[in-house]
């Protein structure tokens, strides 16, 4: 890993493009920002393809300038367009891709997204292609980053309606479990249970039984505990099966809530909207110093430059002093 340098500019660009692919991130727009805004302030002209690689691909594009981008930082979503193209996954459509950005005269790309987006980034890197990647995605699990953009907002989007399920929990005596995104990676679950207090926490990186689950919930209701939120990952199963378990082993009665896509969309939390201005702007010196294959992000408070291939290949544990925390404070 390798902090950014700092010095002077070497700024050989001319024209650069911006996409953004895979899930949205709330946070997008203001990385875009960022990015159009830096470019503009070093002379070089910005474009956006539109729907990701597929846009990318069709030569699908829109003028970006400093006015144009004004007004989007407060915004969720992306102003892009965001798309998972199956046809850039072959070497046809990565050589069509290479080759759109070579007839646009494009010096540099900037890819705003997730694993499955910085793939891409790196195969399009490997063919000659100047390509920076901006670190987004909900799930948090991008390894080399302690926080990639749109976690935060999604975090606290499950923070507020556990909260408000509480309430009803509470005044209803009712067990209420409570599935969160994460198919591979647990941090929302983690994160946002630690925040709420929540009694169960199920990511899919730490092993459960379900008997396990009815044994606390039983031992808590003998010791007169008359309601529960359990939050589960989605990876770690699904909140509709675990609830219907839990109303067929114990003399309660349980609720399942799906918070779903909701936890993508919103305006996007201060922490996220300065992460993502940090990160674009970031992206655009990167560019600027013929750097390339690499990933902006965030770690121990500082911007840094990860390794593209080793930031999609590798995995992204859950923080341990969290699980350590969770362990001793869920009881």
Same mark, same amino acid.
């Given at each position: 890993?390798?902090? @950014? #340098?700092?010095?002077?500019?070497? /700024?050989?660009? &001319?024209?650069?493009?911006?996409?953004?692919?895979?899930?949205? #991130?709330?946070?997008?727009?203001?990385?875009?920002r960022a990015v159009t805004r830096t470019a503009a302030s070093?002379? /070089?002209?910005?474009?956006? *393809?539109e729907r990701g690689f597929d846009g990318l691909m069709t030569d699908t594009w829109i003028e970006l300038n400093a006015r144009s981008v004004s007004g989007i930082v407060e915004l969720g979503g992306t102003i892009l367009k965001t798309a998972r193209s199956e046809l850039f996954r072959t070497e046809d459509g990565r050589s069509q891709a290479a080759a759109v950005?070579?007839?646009?005269?494009? $010096?540099?790309?900037?890819?705003?997204?997730?694993n499955g987006?910085?793939?891409?980034?790196?195969? @399009?890197?490997?063919?000659?292609?100047?390509?920076?990647?901006?670190?987004?995605? %909900?799930?948090?699990?991008?390894?080399? *980053?302690?926080?990639?953009?749109? *976690? $935060?907002? #999604?975090?606290?989007?499950?923070?507020?309606?556990?909260d408000r399920i509480r309430d009803v929990a509470e005044s209803h005596d009712r067990v209420f479990v409570v599935e969160v995104m994460g198919r591979d990676n647990g941090s929302i !679950?983690?994160?946002?249970?630690? #925040?709420?207090?929540? $009694?169960?926490?199920?990511?899919?990186?730490?092993? *459960?039984?379900?008997?396990? /689950?009815?044994? &606390?919930?039983?031992?808590?209701?003998?010791?007169? +505990? +008359?309601?529960?939120?359990?939050?589960? !990952?989605?990876?770690?199963?699904? =909140?509709q099966d675990l =609830?219907?378990? %839990?109303?067929a082993n114990l003399p309660v009665e349980c609720r399942a809530t799906v918070l779903g896509y909701v936890q993508r969309g919103g305006s996007p939390t201060r922490f996220d909207r300065i992460l993502a201005s940090i990160s674009g702007e970031a992206a655009v010196v990167a560019l600027s110093e013929n750097r390339s294959g690499i990933i902006v992000g965030m770690r121990d408070g500082h911007v840094v430059l990860q390794d593209a291939l080793e930031a999609v290949t590798r995995r992204s544990?859950? &923080?341990?002093?969290l699980v350590k925390l969770l362990g001793r404070v869920s009881i």
């Open positions: 890993m390798d902090r @950014l #340098a700092g010095g002077p500019l070497q /700024v050989t660009m &001319r024209r650069i493009g911006i996409l953004t692919s895979g899930g949205d #991130a709330s946070g997008m727009n203001a990385a875009i070093m002379g /070089v002209a910005a474009i956006g *393809f950005l070579r007839h646009d005269g494009v $010096d540099g790309l900037v890819v705003i997204g997730g987006s910085q793939t891409g980034g790196y195969q @399009l890197s490997r063919m000659g292609v100047p390509v920076v990647g901006v670190a987004s995605t %909900i799930d948090n699990d991008m390894y080399g *980053f302690d926080y990639t953009i749109g *976690f $935060d907002t #999604a975090v606290n989007t499950a923070v507020d309606a556990i !679950a983690l994160e946002a249970s630690l #925040a709420t207090g929540a $009694d169960i926490v199920l990511p899919p990186e730490l092993p *459960f039984s379900l008997p396990a /689950v009815i044994t &606390r919930l039983r031992d808590d209701i003998m010791a007169r +505990k +008359k309601h529960h939120v359990i939050v589960i !990952a989605e990876g770690a199963g699904r =909140a =609830a219907a378990y %839990i109303n544990p859950l &923080r341990p002093e």
